[in-house]
């Protein structure tokens, strides 16, 4: 997973696994957002797949797959620009420390948790500014927020909410994103070494095989808390300024009571369809960049 060191001086090491992280995540995303469109309308209890799917082309038309685009890039350009950037450091400093040789997996999944912590606390505003833009449609006309772009959403919530608004879920944001890291770079890992050592797969369907693993395990691990992030980010107060949840645990404790554990699990194939390609595509993308600086001395 791209733990060789270069022997490069200078900031570029250093901000190397940040800018690269960052554009492949922006890359698979431009592909996978009508598919998060799709998972987020779901979770929204607008129906099944083939339903929302239909809905959204008769009444919205096409660009309603698209809603949200530039906060997902913004999103991508933070949470997984210091995601995959800080997991690289931290596993190079790891490796240093472990004498040159490859970490252990419960090593890479704390690197992974601790990593997906970091992003998330970046990426926060950029996701709530992704989740309201997504779920704005669906609400009644008097109550549409309106936003035009990931900045204007932005600059709105802080003048209507308060700075410390665009952290609002963060709680929930921050573990899933770290059960979601968890489960992606410890599952990816044990797969590549099944499909390629084991197995003797060649480096594309060792790619694939050990992607579709690693993103099963991370919907599998992340999807409850991201549907409690999801409702507590898209809430609005009612007619008496009374919200529907106090927090994440009332929510999932209301959860719980109204549609039991496996409401958790709404949408979890769309999601997982999601996941595993966006997983794939970010994993490719980046090993495409980094041959591509390897090819011009960077």
């Known amino acids: 997973?791209?733990?060789?060191?270069?022997?490069?001086?200078?900031?570029?090491?250093?901000?190397?696994?940040?800018?690269?992280?960052?554009?492949?995540?922006?890359?698979a995303t431009c592909v996978i957002q009508p598919v998060d469109m799709i998972k987020v309308r779901i979770q929204l209890g607008q129906g099944s797949?083939?339903?929302?799917t239909k809905n959204m082309l008769k009444n919205e038309g096409v660009g309603a797959f698209y809603k949200g685009l530039s906060a997902g890039l913004l999103r991508q350009a933070t949470y997984t620009t210091a995601r995959l950037g800080s997991f690289r450091i931290l596993t190079s400093k790891a490796i240093e420390t472990n004498d040159g040789k490859p970490l252990p997996l419960y090593q890479k999944a704390l690197c992974g948790l601790t990593a997906g912590a970091i992003g998330a606390t970046v990426g926060c505003p950029a996701d709530l500014a992704l989740i309201r833009m997504q779920a704005d449609a669906t609400l009644p006309v008097a109550q549409r927020r309106n936003y035009t772009n990931a900045i204007?959403?932005?600059?709105?919530?802080v003048a209507d909410e308060g700075v410390l608004a665009l952290w609002k879920g963060a709680g929930p944001t921050v573990v899933r994103a770290m059960a979601l890291n968890m489960g992606m770079l410890s599952s990816y890992d044990q797969s590549v070494e099944l499909f390629r050592?084991?197995?003797?797969?060649?480096?594309?369907?060792?790619?694939l095989g050990a992607s579709t693993v690693s993103g099963f395990f991370a919907a599998a691990c992340s999807l409850p808390f991201d549907y409690v992030k999801t409702q507590i980010q898209k809430m609005q107060p009612d007619a008496e300024g009374k919200y529907p949840y106090t927090g994440s645990l009332d929510c999932v404790m209301k959860t719980l009571k109204s549609g039991g554990s496996l409401k958790f699990?709404?949408?979890?194939?769309?999601?997982?369809?999601r996941i595993a390609p966006h997983v794939m595509m970010t994993w490719i993308c980046l090993s495409q960049i980094q041959k591509l600086e390897k090819s011009i001395g960077l």
Do not use: Q
Not at 1 to 27: L, R
Not at 265 to 271: A, E, L, N, R
């Open 265 to 273: 699990y709404s949408g979890f194939p769309v999601y997982c369809v």
């Open 152 to 157: 204007h959403a932005l600059s709105r919530i």
């Open 49 to 52: 797949a083939a339903d929302v």
């Open 1 to 27: 997973m791209g733990e060789e060191k270069p022997k490069s001086i200078g900031v570029w090491p250093t901000v190397k696994p940040f800018i690269n992280g960052g554009v492949s995540g922006m890359i």
């Open 197 to 207: 050592d084991s197995l003797g797969f060649g480096e594309a369907s060792t790619v």
